[in-house]
């Protein structure tokens, strides 16, 4: 066997074992992350993202929630999701879930520019590149739900 073909035979593998563990494990890799970053939003002053959250949340409820209250919920809220994730249980109430906390997610991009970049949009502040990375999520949460839909990925032509 020359070592092209033992390469190629490892890359089906990858391709094979990929192919039958890749949707769970982007399960998976999502709840960790949902689950970790909203649980620390139980605790005051420990999530990086929280003043961010709170103001922004104040601003898309006119002020009219509490912001402990609102860091409180918003905690509870990624952590179900995170749970949902990780189960892999109510995976349609978990993806909807997701999908409307992305709104929320994205908003200080528009509401606090001056904060989420440094040059708009082209050059992102830390915070703006936080929120911008959760479009692998979007894009890994959009595969997982046509998985769980019963849906086949199809390769497109290229």
């Known amino acids: 066997m020359t070592t092209i073909t033992k390469l190629k035979k490892i890359e089906g593998n990858f391709y094979n074992w990929s192919a039958k563990n890749g949707i769970v494990l982007l399960r998976i890799c999502i709840g960790i992350v949902f ?8 605790f005051p002053g420990v ?8 103001r922004t949340i104040e601003v898309m409820t006119f002020g009219l929630m509490a912001p ?21 249980k109510f995976m349609r109430a978990t993806i909807a879930l997701l999908f409307l906390q992305m709104i929320g997610t994205f908003t200080p991009l528009f509401f606090f520019p001056a904060e989420t970049f440094f040059v708009v949009p082209i050059v992102p502040t830390l915070e703006g590149q936080y929120i911008i990375k959760n479009i692998v999520i979007i894009s890994a949460a959009m595969i997982i739900a046509a998985y769980y839909a019963g849906k086949t990925i199809k390769k497109q032509a290229k």
């Open 68 to 88: 402990r209250l609102s860091v409180f919920l918003l905690a509870l809220w990624e952590t179900i999701i995170g749970i949902g994730f990780l189960t892999g």
């Open 35 to 42: 689950f970790w970053f909203g649980f620390q939003k139980f």
């Open 47 to 54: 999530s990086s993202a929280e003043d961010l959250a709170t």
